[in-house]
C-alpha cells in the first residue's frame, strides 16, 4: 500500500501545483488552453511518435491480451457512448464521457505500479495497453467530436471534412509517422533520442497541472455533474476491470498476462480525456473530476484488485 501511495503521490503533488497556482493568481484562465495546447502540439505528438518508432512488432504480437485489454476498452467506450446518446447528452460529450470511463493512466500509473508487482515483464504489455488507449481509444472520440463539430449534412462531404481535420491533429499524425519511420530501422541518433524522451516526458506532468487549473476555476457544480462523475467513475474502477476479468476467461489469456490485464483496466482514468476536452474547448469539469476523484479511489481499489487476483505490493503470487 506504502509503495502505491508513492507512485500515486507525485500524481496529486502536480495536480496541486496547478490548483494552488490558480488560486494565488499565478497562472490564470488563458493558462489551462495554453498549457494544452503545448501537450496537444509538442509533448504528447514527441511522445506517441517515440514509442511507436521503438514499438518491436515481434514482441507485440499478443493477440489474447490484446483482445481481453482492447476489447473491454472497446465496450466499455462505446456502452457509455450509447449511453450518453439516450440521455440526450451530445456526440462530443458521449465520447469525453466514452474516455472516462475506458482510459486507463497506462503511463503515469501503469508502468510504475506493474513493474513493482510484475517486474520488467510487464514493459511490453504495458507498451500495448498504452497504443490500445493513447492512439486508439484517443482517435475513436477524436472522430466522433470532429463528427459532432461539422456542419455539412451530405454524407460524402462531411467525410471529407471530417479526413482532412483528422489528418490535421497531431495526436493522430505522430503515432503513424512514429510506425513509418520505425520500419525503416534507421534508428535515432543519440540527440534526437534526448531531444523525444525530454519532450514527450512532459506531456504528462503538465496535463495533471492542467487537471488543477481546471479544478480551481471557481464555478457552481450542479448535482447531475456530479452524480456522473461518481457514475463514470465506479465504470472505470469497477466495470472495466470485472469485463477485463470475463474477457480474460474467454480468450483464455495466460495467467499472468490475464492478470496485467486486469490491473492495467483497473488504473484511475487518465489524463488523455482532458487533453482532448481542452484541445476542442468542450467543457471539462466533470473530465477533471473523475480523473482526480478516480486516482484517489485507486488507492483503495486497486490493492483490493492485486490482492483479489493473488498479489501483493511487491511481491510475486
Keep these: 500500500m506504502l509503495s502505491l501511495l508513492s507512485i500515486i503521490a ?15 493568481g499565478v497562472l490564470g484562465t488563458p493558462a489551462v488552453s495554453e498549457l494544452n495546447r503545448f501537450v496537444v502540439y509538442l509533448a504528447l505528438p514527441a511522445l506517441l511518435f ?22 473491454s476498452c472497446g465496450i466499455i467506450f462505446f456502452a457509455i ?40 515483464e510487464s514493459l511490453v504489455p504495458v507498451t500495448i495497453a498504452s497504443i490500445i488507449t493513447v492512439c486508439v481509444l484517443n482517435a475513436s472520440a477524436i472522430v466522433m467530436i470532429e463528427v459532432a463539430s461539422q456542419s455539412e449534412r451530405r454524407p460524402l ?48 506532468p503538465l496535463a495533471l497541472v492542467v487537471i488543477g487549473l481546471v479544478l480551481a476555476e471557481p464555478r457552481a457544480v450542479a448535482a447531475a455533474e456530479t452524480q456522473l462523475s461518481l457514475a463514470l467513475t465506479a465504470v472505470k474502477l469497477i ?14 489469456v495466460p495467467s499472468r498476462l490475464a492478470a496485467m490485464a486486469v490491473v492495467l483496466a483497473a488504473l484511475p482514468t487518465g489524463s488523455g480525456p482532458l487533453i482532448v476536452a481542452e484541445f476542442y474547448r468542450l467543457p471539462a469539469l466533470v473530465t477533471s473530476a ?28
Design 10 to 24: 507525485p500524481v496529486f503533488a502536480l495536480i496541486a501545483c496547478g490548483y494552488v497556482t490558480r488560486r494565488i
Design 50 to 71: 517515440d514509442v511507436m518508432a521503438h514499438a518491436s512488432w515481434a514482441e507485440l504480437a499478443q493477440p489474447r491480451f490484446i483482445a481481453a485489454f482492447g476489447l
Design 81 to 120: 457512448v450509447a449511453a450518453s446518446l439516450v440521455a440526450r447528452q451530445p456526440l462530443s460529450t458521449a465520447a469525453i464521457n466514452g474516455l472516462l470511463g475506458s482510459y486507463a493512466n497506462t503511463a503515469y500509473i501503469g508502468f510504475p505500479v506493474l513493474l513493482i508487482v510484475f517486474g520488467r
Design 157 to 204: 462531404r462531411l467525410a471529407g471534412k471530417v479526413a482532412v481535420s483528422l489528418a490535421k491533429n497531431p495526436i493522430l499524425i505522430a503515432p503513424v509517422l512514429g510506425v513509418l519511420y520505425g520500419a525503416t530501422g534507421l534508428g535515432f541518433p543519440e540527440a534526437a533520442e534526448a531531444f523525444l524522451k525530454m519532450l514527450g516526458g512532459s506531456a504528462s
Design 239 to 252: 466495470v472495466h476491470p470485472a469485463l477485463t476479468v470475463a474477457l480474460a476467461t474467454f480468450f483464455a
Design 290 to 317: 473523475v480523473i482526480l476523484i478516480s486516482t484517489l479511489a485507486a488507492l483503495l481499489t486497486l490493492p483490493l484488485v492485486l490482492m483479489g487476483l493473488g498479489f501483493g505490493i511487491g511481491a510475486a503470487p
